[in-house]
């Protein structure tokens, strides 16, 4: 399976900025994708990040507000832009081979 | 677009017991359908998974069933330890974009 790593682990942001999350994984992969967790509730796909064109994004997220960069096939950003308490989650990337595995998350929490 | 629904939403079982959680979609054209398994503060470790062109699977103590006409998968733990308390969630998918189910939080009582 593919090790996948995240940067940040969390963060505590001050409403109105930005953060970005990157995303590693140790092997090339043709699907990655970015969910969001709040506490306690289940996993939500935000976007599909492409690798060599835009995101395609769920309904209820756009490219303005969670900007996402896939430049290569082991690595990706998703930017939250513009925060609000509303934006406190974790935020998980995954990786799809044959099977899809999950990032450690990142641990977002906005003042 | 593709509706998960995931019952119980709390198991609570004795040591050694089994455990059974169920699943339903909407999307007749889903035709993969993994199972997670998450620990307080972790990420979903995928447990067992089953595609469509197959009814059962087993992994030692776990199994997946599929109802493809019924629209409806199970998970079974078999043989429960303490180290199976965790929330699991269902997940189905046409490709590779999942939706989840709500999750289910299993307690099993030494």
């Known amino acids: 399976s593919a090790v996948i790593s995240q940067k940040p682990s969390r963060d505590i942001c001050q409403r109105g900025t930005s953060l970005t999350i990157q995303c590693q994984v140790d092997?090339?992969?043709?699907?990655m994708f970015w969910y969001r967790q709040q506490p306690g509730q289940s996993l939500t796909l935000i976007a599909t990040?492409?690798?060599?064109?835009?995101?395609?994004?769920e309904s209820g997220f756009v490219i303005d507000k969670f900007p996402i960069s896939r430049p290569n096939l082991t690595f990706s950003t998703l930017t939250v832009s513009n925060m609000s308490p509303e934006d406190s989650s974790i935020y998980l990337c995954?990786?799809?081979?044959?099977?899809?595995?999950f990032g450690p998350g990142t641990r977002l929490t906005v003042t | 677009g593709e509706n998960v629904e995931q019952h119980p939403s709390t198991l609570s079982v004795q040591e050694g017991d089994s455990a059974v959680i169920k699943c339903t979609y909407s999307?007749?054209?889903?035709?993969?359908f993994p199972w997670y398994k998450q620990e307080l503060g972790k990420r979903p470790q995928l447990i067992i998974d089953?595609?469509?062109?197959?009814g059962e699977k087993k992994d030692q103590r776990i199994a997946v069933t599929l109802n493809k006409t019924a629209k409806h998968f199970s998970l079974h733990i078999t043989e429960t330890q303490p180290e199976d308390s965790a929330v699991y969630f269902c997940?189905?998918?046409?490709?590779?974009?999942?939706?989840f189910g709500a999750g289910t939080t299993v307690t099993v009582r030494a």
């Open positions: 995954s990786a799809s081979g044959d099977e899809q595995y």
């Open positions: 092997s090339q992969v043709t699907m």
């Open positions: 990040a492409n690798q060599g064109s835009e995101a395609t994004y």
């Open positions: 997940a189905a998918s046409i490709k590779w974009e999942l939706s």
């Open positions: 089953i595609r469509s062109n197959v």
């Open positions: 999307d007749s054209a889903s035709n993969y």
